[in-house]
């Protein structure tokens, strides 16, 4: 069975340390860990060189990501890169002047204590500093603006190359909140605080050390395959029923089938899907016959009517966890592609062996692919193949090999029925008892064949590529200066661009309360997400929040964000700055080492 958490991301202090120490039951386990194949990633808010000091076991981490997210190491070869410029000199003088005596500051993130946040805050006010505060049980750390666990954590894997979705992460603390929200299954100690548990999709039942070799010991055991009802925040949303309400696919899915005649909306309810895992950032490899997915936006698509891809390659681009791939076929003739597939097919799996991608393999046209009576097929698949997509007009024309593996069967459009019979002919068994029901255009009948329950009616999402390519520019990309929003604070000694929403939700979090709501009593959200996001619907809904009567900066601040959520696909990953590194942007070498 293939891996799909290939490293564990976690925290130092208060997760896998007690008062500052790892106990030896602890390094055991992660030590175990690392013997079941896997990788360790440290997430820490020390500096690098007091942690090395309580810790000198640093070998056992890939990367260790410290102060903050500010600065990434490498223990195997003792070279670090900050991952953000350091505040000014000037900064750390104003706040010894302003009477903070316990001050540490490492080579980005300086730190303090409560209460001398306020102290910290109204320096970076008077000097007008792109700077936000990050709490951590009663430290403050003060960072560049957008610097956190998540960016540094997004920083190692992209040296790994490996993605979020095959890491595990786990922590206690407020600052943990974002790097564990970037991994797909996300572990908080018993320990941690009450608001870090109510989001983790898991609280182990033993506190620090102990938690995390208990969540060890569970992905050596079964790949926390039996935690995947509860990670319900990546399921793909298929459509609405009737009966159940959202229905929705695991991303790990054991294989789909979508099948249908032509117009039958097949091709529609596949792209929505492929569309929805694309925006979470789930690796799709798109084996394209007939060429339907060469305007695909997002992917590279190889080859084209003049020349099929080659295998090499389709695996090269596939090596980068960000890229997706159209493999078009149309220039090979239809005898040769199942020949071509039979021989990417192991290459894909040795990628996935390695890394855990492509996370999703589509076989659109899959008759072309695996013919019903093409007799390799049968000797050449592997007896699981999980997390495979096959498209096709008629169950009947697949290689019955193809049919086992099948879990689930998606059958869109008012022939839908037939396509349960079919299968069920194929495959030798009782056909499901079907709803007495008229499947219309846009509808679905969905069925998991290892549930004691009915195919589901079904009333299947649109795909919305056209509204999403708007929105993106405006959740990621780069607005100009006069539509950008500036916080500015009530004494205009604040600069803060916001050049996007994911900048504006980044930066309000971390500007002070009263700059929150000096904004929201001028309406200037609202203001701005009307005129210059052009998002009226976006706007009404911040002017409500805007007109509350005696509206707090936390309570406004939450509303305004779930808002923006809700209606925009946010990046998975923050945008990374990378100041720190020699001119080829490698690591810098280490100091005082």
């Known amino acids: 069975m293939r891996m799909r958490y290939l490293a564990l991301a976690t925290d130092y202090d208060g997760t896998l340390a007690h008062h500052g120490r790892v106990d030896e039951e602890t390094l055991a386990g992660l030590e175990r860990l690392l013997a079941s194949g896997r990788d360790l990633i440290m997430v820490t808010g020390r500096r690098l ?7 000198p076991h640093l070998e056992l981490f890939k990367y260790v990501v410290a102060e903050n997210g500010a600065l990434l190491y490498c223990p195997a070869n003792q070279k670090w890169k900050t991952l953000a410029e350091p505040p000014p000199v000037e900064f750390v003088v104003a706040l010894k002047e302003s009477g903070v005596e316990r001050i540490e500051v490492g080579r980005v993130i300086v730190a303090t204590w409560e209460p001398h946040e306020i102290a910290a805050l109204e320096v970076i006010r008077e000097q007008g500093l792109e700077l936000q505060v990050v709490f951590n049980k009663g430290a403050v750390m003060v960072l560049p603006s957008g610097v956190n666990k998540a960016t540094g954590l997004t920083a190692a894997l992209k040296e790994m190359k490996l993605s979020p979705h095959n890491v595990v992460g786990i922590g206690d603390a407020e600052n943990d909140h974002a790097f564990l929200a970037l991994t797909e299954c996300s572990v908080a100690v018993e320990n941690a605080l009450p608001a870090l548990k109510d989001r983790a999709d898991v609280v182990t039942k033993a506190d620090h050390g102990r938690g995390v070799v208990e969540l060890i010991d569970r992905m050596i055991a079964d790949d926390l395959e039996q935690l995947e009802t509860r990670l319900g925040r990546h399921h793909l949303l298929l459509g609405t029923s009737d009966q159940k309400g959202d229905v929705r696919i695991a991303p790990a899915e054991s294989s789909l089938l979508i099948s249908g005649a032509s117009g039958s909306g097949k091709s ?23 060429g339907d997915y060469s305007e695909l936006e997002g992917a590279a698509v190889l080859g084209n009517i003049k020349r099929p891809p080659t295998i090499d390659e389709i695996v090269h681009l596939l090596d980068d966890p960000k890229e997706h791939v159209v493999a078009n076929l149309i220039d090979l003739p239809v005898t040769e592609r199942p020949d071509f597939f039979l021989k990417l097919l192991p290459r894909l799996q040795e990628l996935r062996s390695r890394k855990g991608r492509p996370h999703w393999i589509v076989v659109d046209e899959a008759h072309h692919l695996m013919p019903a009576q093409w007799e390799p097929g049968e000797l050449a698949l592997p007896r699981e193949l999980k997390q495979v997509m096959w498209i096709t007009v008629d169950p009947s024309l ?28 194929i495959a030798g068994e009782k056909p499901p008892r079907l709803p007495q029901v008229k499947v219309e255009k846009g509808q679905v009948l969905y069925w998991r064949r290892d549930a004691e329950s009915e195919p589901l009616l079904v009333q299947a999402k649109p795909s919305t590529s056209q509204r999403k390519r708007h929105q993106r520019k405006y959740a990621e990309g780069e607005l100009p200066p006069d539509r950008s929003f500036y916080f500015r604070g009530p004494e205009g000694k604040l600069k803060l661009r916001a050049q996007n929403l994911f900048v504006f939700m980044s930066l309000a979090d971390g500007v002070d309360d009263e700059t929150w709501l000096f904004h929201l ?23 409500e929040i805007e007109q509350q009567r005696e509206p707090t900066a936390e309570e406004s601040r939450s509303a305004i964000k779930q808002a923006i959520e809700e209606r925009y696909t946010l ?13 080829e942007g490698q690591f810098a070498a280490p100091a005082n080492k």
Not at 275 to 284: A, G, P, S, V
Not at 412 to 424: D, L, R, T
């Open 571 to 583: 990046p998975a990953q923050a945008p990374l700055p990378m100041p720190g590194t020699d001119a």
């Open 49 to 55: 060189e007091e942690l090395a000091e309580c810790f």
């Open 521 to 543: 009593g001028r309406g200037d959200y609202s203001t701005w997400f009307r005129d210059r996001i052009k998002d009226p619907e976006l706007a009404a809904i911040a002017a």
């Open 398 to 425: 697949l290689a019955p090999a193809v049919l086992e593996m099948v879990r689930t069967i998606i059958a869109p459009g008012p022939e839908a029925a037939s396509v349960f019979h079919s299968f069920a002919k």
């Open 268 to 290: 529609t309810v596949a792209s929505g899907l492929v569309e929805r895992l694309m925006e979470q950032c789930y690796q799709c490899c798109i084996i394209d016959p007939e």
